[in-house]
């Protein structure tokens, strides 16, 4: 797979793989933004939550599919319906600002869905797996099926941590957002976000994104959804 050249800027993340200037990557604490999304940082957790909930059949539907596919806008659609605030309603008290971005709201969903699964403890996909890697062929393989390769790309990352420390991004995601809790759950996890950059790789999260990228992860997983081996059939070139 050629990885020259890709990259992806946005409000919630930003990524670039190795090319002719190749960028060194960083102490991991320097890779995370402490910057929030929104005034109230708690706000669109707990949209995701409601919507979680309130549309189950909708927010699975976003989560199965692939990021900004087709099916993918479709159930964002259905996710935000603006015809029916109740969700921004309940999320949005104090004045704050809502800040709706896919690729975060695809992690504040699942972890709504995760947590109103498994409100008291890792389910067993989680809490008996042990520490693994995912081969980088099927890495390769992933970026080239994608739709969206610079989505993919992110998902790859979320994926390979919690293939390193599943418990541990569990343990994350059951932390209220902005505690102490959190930022220390953040920090034990911090050991494997080196190793799941690829050479030349650097990526820049914000508290959101990250948390957002190892939730969806998180429920892929536990969801037996996480792409763990080559197809049968497929060629790596």
Not at 2 to 22: E, H, K
Not at 69 to 80: G, L, Y
Not at 145 to 154: D, F, G, M, T
Not at 160 to 182: F, M, N, Q, Y
Request: proline share 4%; aromatic share 6%; glycine share 8%.
């Amino acid at each position: 797979m050629n990885r020259a050249g890709l990259a992806l800027l946005g409000g919630t993340a930003a990524l670039l793989l190795g090319s002719a200037t190749a960028v060194t990557a960083q102490p991991t604490g320097s890779r995370i933004n402490t910057d929030r999304l929104v005034h109230d940082p708690v706000t669109g957790w707990r949209y995701g939550r409601c919507a979680a909930n309130f549309r189950p059949e909708a927010s699975e539907a976003l989560l199965a599919s692939a990021p900004f596919s087709a099916a993918s806008e479709a159930a964002f659609d259905r996710v935000t319906n603006r015809n029916d605030d109740r969700c921004y309603t309940q999320a949005r008290y104090g004045g704050q600002t809502l800040y709706l971005d896919e690729t975060v709201l695809r992690g504040q969903i699942a972890q709504g869905r995760y947590l109103g699964k498994y409100p008291d403890r890792a389910p067993p996909a989680i809490a008996r797996a042990t520490a693994s890697t995912i081969p980088v062929e099927v890495y390769n393989q992933r970026i080239r099926s994608a739709s969206n390769q610079q989505a993919e790309i992110l998902r790859i990352f979320g994926d390979c941590v919690v293939a390193a420390d599943p418990a541990g991004v569990d343990r994350l995601i059951r932390t209220g957002v902005t505690s102490d809790e959190e930022g220390r759950a953040t920090g034990a996890l911090s050991e494997h976000f080196g190793p799941c950059l690829w050479e030349g790789q650097s990526i820049e999260f914000s508290l959101e994104s990250l948390r957002a990228a190892l939730a969806d992860a998180l429920y892929r997983r536990s969801e037996g959804r996480t792409v763990m081996a080559v197809a049968e059939g497929s060629t790596n070139e």
